[in-house]
T-cell receptor, first 116, second 118 residues
Framework: AQKVTQAQTEISVVEKEDVTLDCVYE???????LFWYKQPPSGELVFLIR??????QNEISGRYSWNFQKSTSSFNFTITASQVVDSAVYFC?????????????FGQGTELSVKP | GAVVSQHPSRVICKSGTSVKIECRSL??????MFWYRQFPKQSLMLMAT?????????EQGVEKDKFLINHASLTLSTLTVTSAHPEDSSFYIC??????????????FGPGTRLTVL
């Protein structure tokens, strides 16, 4: 069975601190996709990144970076120099496009609070 | 690109009435849309997969007759909560995949609809 675990339910940091959100997944499939979404207080889920199982390159986008390690089944997300606007709930998700029709399996989410 | 809208954003209704929520892909065609439900402080729970021109596929435990889904065109899916009761109060979110887009495996989400049943 597929599963995504975000062990950190809440994280609180002070502005400008770096913060890493952990994501561990389980799947028997060899081809799958991993995603991160941001859900600000408004409620809309904002797509941040996708990564397929064959691409283990880390990615950096501005203050955001992602570390994908198949050996540990982890897809961690780091925000550098956090800002108050980063306060939101962040969801990690897993998708098996070919066998499950693209269904997303979400983690429980990590609520990040960045204080000024 | 890949913008998904939902209407209404908020709805308050009396117990026993039916409520229809629309999900539209604005700048792409979506053969598949998904409907999720989210309770406060919880993750998203997939309710059903909506396929254009065919019946929706419901997840285990989701009542088909309670949550009617219609995907009549490539840009519109509707979710009707029939005979709503207070326990149906929740945040309903739809998503869509752009099969012809650069990343057909990515789901793009609408802004959500907050339903309150009195």
């Amino acid at each position: 069975a597929q599963k995504v675990t975000q062990a950190q339910t809440e994280i609180s940091v002070v502005e400008k601190e770096d913060v890493t959100l952990d994501c561990v997944y389980e799947t028997r499939d060899t081809t799958y996709y991993l995603f991160w979404y941001k859900q600000p207080p408004s409620g809309e889920l904002v797509f941040l990144i996708r990564r397929n199982s064959f691409d283990e390159q880390n990615e950096i986008s501005g203050r955001y970076s992602w570390n994908f390690q198949k050996s540990t089944s982890s897809f961690n997300f780091t925000i550098t120099a956090s800002q108050v606007v980063d306060s939101a709930v962040y969801f990690c998700a897993l998708s098996d496009l070919y066998n499950q029709g693209g269904k997303l399996i979400f983690g429980q989410g990590t609520e990040l609070s960045v204080k000024p | 690109g890949a913008v998904v809208s939902q209407h209404p954003s908020r709805v308050i209704c009396k117990s026993g009435t039916s409520v229809k929520i629309e999900c539209r892909s604005l700048d792409f065609q979506a053969t598949t849309m998904f409907w999720y439900r989210q309770f406060p402080k919880q993750s998203l729970m997939l309710m059903a997969t909506s396929n254009e021109g065919s019946k929706a596929t419901y997840e285990q435990g989701v009542e088909k007759d309670k949550f009617l889904i219609n995907h009549a065109s490539l840009t519109l899916s509707t979710l009707t909560v029939t005979s709503a009761h207070p326990e149906d109060s929740s945040f309903y979110i739809c998503s869509a995949r752009d099969f012809r887009g650069r990343h057909p495996d990515t789901q793009y989400f609408g802004p959500g609809t907050r339903l309150t049943v009195l």
